[in-house]
């Protein structure tokens, strides 16, 4: 096979994804009218394409100080590969510098992994229906194999073999559909329209905030975003009526997802934001970003409430996290407590200036109000209860803030080489006997909720001209696949 360039590969990519899906639709739909069971012929072009890149390097070795697009060693470097016209820019993100830097050959094919029949049909497709069950197609027809969805790669597992490529990318096709489902199921929205700036949220007041202010947005002549998707696959766009507007927002049935996702798009191709209530917990928010990894986002910062550990704070202060003490547990075994998660510096300093630009503070007054410290993170909500077995260890780790999600969103930024950080405001201080009476929350989710979200947001506006730097090289490891 000819070596094909960037563009060329991803339309190979495009119309070989297509001509399976097609095939595999047109496939179940014949069975579960007719009975026809496909051939072995048939299933054989059933599959995922592959895509390929051989570098064989020839004279001194390009050099780059970027952290992705790049290779470790020589060899071929392959991944199945989903969806590609909706990671066309993704595809070609990665493929451009390796070829025009490195030299490397492009080959596009057929694979040996199946596509999973259920990744292929859509809520439309009535075929499936009647007495047919689940257990006759899988008999029929591929299905998803949990021993083959893994993240072997991600998770350092992957062993080189003898005559096999190394992995290209982090995810192959099928852990990618896998997630991409998971995410409708969850979110309550087509992964299509998540974004690739996320908020993730522990307080549906957030979601409320986020939602007015998309609103406004949409309502400026001159501004940049068109489309507010909301769950349930409702949507406002640009234009529309205002009351209207209200009236499909206040309709959209976010109360049946677990974790509703509200998708503010952009028609500038720079990408819109995109807010998850994630609920409450370290198991929801390992959840959310298993998934939303596999969009390859540009970064996620955690925004939410946490409890201040000082006396020195007051209820409504910031707590910009630059550690992590994990006492959630539900990634020790992935990611072992004694490997440091690091703060990223690019992060940091915009969520710092996005304060200081919100708030209007600067020098000592910004001190007072937003504290750099760690956050521990527990999977107990009643952690108070063992405060004297936890005293010791929360002073050793000189921890200001105490929260449920923070440790787990920052440590799977940091194990599925996504850019994360952490902006928290001090809803309590359970050590210190300031807790939220039913008034005085009121008063603090009112002032504090739409400031805390707009600090959030300026920070996304100043991170979007770093997109080079802000996939550090401290998420990256030594053998790591040449794509992002």
Request: aromatic fraction near 8%; hydrophobic fraction near 40%.
């Amino acid at each position: 096979m000819s070596h094909l360039t960037p563009e060329q590969a991803v339309d190979r990519l495009e119309e070989l994804h297509r001509t399976a899906s097609v095939a595999l639709r047109d496939a179940v739909a014949r069975y579960v009218e007719k009975g026809i069971v496909p051939t072995a012929a048939e299933r054989a072009r059933l599959r995922y394409p592959e895509l390929r890149v051989d570098w064989q390097p020839e004279g001194a070795v390009q050099f780059t100080r970027r952290a992705w697009a790049k290779f470790q060693s020589p060899g071929v470097y392959a991944t199945t590969v989903t969806q590609p016209a909706h990671f066309r820019s993704y595809l070609l993100e990665q493929l451009r510098p390796l070829v025009e830097e490195f030299g490397a050959r492009i080959e596009v094919r057929v694979s040996e992994q199946e596509i999973p029949y259920p990744f292929v049909i859509e809520s439309g497709d009535e075929f499936v229906h009647g007495d047919i069950s689940v257990a006759e197609l899988a008999r029929h027809f591929p299905t998803p194999a949990l021993a083959s969805v893994g993240d072997e790669i991600a998770d350092g597992l992957w062993e080189t073999k003898e005559g096999q490529p190394r992995p290209l990318a982090l995810f192959d096709a099928v852990r990618v559909d896998f997630s991409l489902r998971r995410l409708l199921h969850y979110t309550g929205t087509d992964w299509r329209t998540i974004q690739p700036w996320i908020l993730c949220t522990n307080y549906q007041r957030y979601v409320d905030q986020f939602v007015q202010w998309g609103l406004e947005e949409l309502a400026r002549p001159d501004g940049p975003y068109t489309e507010l998707v909301l769950p349930g696959g409702g949507s406002v766009r640009r234009g529309d009526d205002s009351e209207a507007a209200v009236a499909t927002v206040t309709a959209a049935p976010w109360e049946r997802f677990q974790m509703p996702a509200y998708n503010l798009l952009r028609g500038d191709g720079q990408g819109g934001v995109t807010i998850v209530n994630i609920g409450v917990g370290p198991s929801n928010a390992k959840n959310a970003t298993d998934h939303l990894a596999v969009l390859r986002p540009n970064c996620w910062l955690m925004i939410g409430h946490c409890g201040g550990l000082r006396q020195s704070q007051t209820i409504g202060d910031y707590v910009l996290a630059h550690g992590y003490l994990r006492r959630d547990r539900i990634l020790d075994e992935l990611v072992p407590p004694e490997v440091p998660v690091p703060a990223l510096a690019e992060v940091q300093l915009a969520l710092q200036e996005a304060a200081a630009l919100v708030t209007g503070e600067r020098g000592d007054g910004l001190k007072r109000r937003l504290r750099t410290g760690t956050v521990v993170s527990y999977a107990d909500r009643n952690w108070e209860l063992r405060w004297a077995q936890e005293r010791r260890r929360i002073n050793l780790g000189r921890a200001i803030a105490v929260d449920m999600e923070s440790g787990t969103l920052a440590t799977q930024g940091y194990r599925l080489r996504v850019p994360y950080g952490t902006l928290l405001c001090v809803s309590d201080k359970p050590l210190h006997g300031e807790i939220k009476l039913p008034g005085a929350a009121t008063a603090f989710y009112k002032r504090a909720v739409g400031e805390h979200l707009k600090i959030g947001l300026t920070a996304v506006e100043l991170l979007r001209s770093q997109l080079g730097s802000l996939h550090s090289r401290k998420l990256r490891s030594f053998d790591e696949p040449p794509f992002r």
